[in-house]
């Protein structure tokens, strides 16, 4: 079954508390992203990748990490979380260097820091 | 940078009802994708419709269909005869065309209608 899959699906950590929230898609996408989703502000892009060892910013990179060392894996670094990293994080991938077509979404992780 | 809006934070319909949705965009881009997203309490972000901007005839998929006016900006989904599992978040979303040019884009989203389904 063609999917993106995203762990964990919830996880409660506190403030400077290294973590990383691991993506994983089975369809050979280039293109990875990933957003989070925050209550009247809708998805915003933190980073995406074109292809391997291929990443750049999006709207909101600040305070996170990522890298894309296989095709299939694109995880999601919090060096040092604080507080107003809790949200819900969704990845995502689709072909064609992210153009053409929709994107396929994770399940979504709901990070908490405290 | 392209920014998507949509003016209703919240929506009510008893079911069975037809329900439009409004999204409006704002891009120099000619070349691009416009999407509704439906995202339920189990939070999963599912594709309803796709339309591409060059394409003059408005994308439908059973119930759910859209009104694409290019030269306005507006993206309207009509959702008709309206379900109890249609209750969701919606959200409508932008993406340039590959050809456009330019660093490479994601999606970028409205912040989301909620739509309530009442019985």
């Known amino acids: 079954e063609a999917q993106v899959t995203q762990n964990p699906r919830y996880l409660i950590t506190v403030t400077g508390k290294k973590l990383t929230v691991t993506c994983s898609q089975n369809m050979n996408h280039e293109y990875m992203s990933w957003y989070r989703q925050d209550p009247g502000l809708g998805l915003r892009q933190i980073y995406y990748?074109?292809?391997?060892?291929?990443?750049d910013k999006g709207d909101v990179p600040e305070g996170y990490k990522v890298s894309r060392k296989e095709k299939r894996n694109f995880p999601l670094i919090l060096e040092s979380p604080s507080p107003n990293q809790t949200s819900l994080y969704f990845c995502?991938?689709?072909?064609?260097?992210?153009?053409?077509?929709?994107?396929?979404f994770g399940q979504g992780t709901r990070l908490t820091v405290v | 940078a392209q920014t998507v809006t949509q003016s209703q934070p919240e929506m009510s319909v008893q079911e069975a009802e037809t329900v439009t949705l409004s999204c409006t965009y704002d891009?120099?881009?000619?070349?691009?994708?416009l999407f509704w997203y439906k995202q339920p309490p189990s939070r999963q972000m599912i594709l309803v419709i796709r339309?591409?901007?060059?394409?003059?005839q408005n994308a439908t998929e059973n119930r759910f269909s859209v009104n694409f006016q290019k030269a306005a900006k507006s993206f309207s989904l009509k959702i008709s005869d309206s379900q109890l599992g249609d209750t969701a978040m919606y959200f409508c979303?932008?993406?340039?065309?590959?050809?456009?040019?330019?660093?490479?884009?994601?999606?970028?989203f409205g912040k989301g209608t909620h739509l309530i389904i009442q019985p």
């Open positions: 995502a991938s689709s072909p064609s260097g992210g153009r053409n077509t929709e994107a396929f």
């Open positions: 339309q591409e901007a060059y394409k003059q």
């Open positions: 891009t120099s881009e000619n070349n691009y994708y």
């Open positions: 990748s074109m292809n391997v060892e291929v990443t």
């Open positions: 979303a932008f993406m340039k065309h590959a050809y456009s040019g330019g660093g490479a884009d994601g999606l970028t």
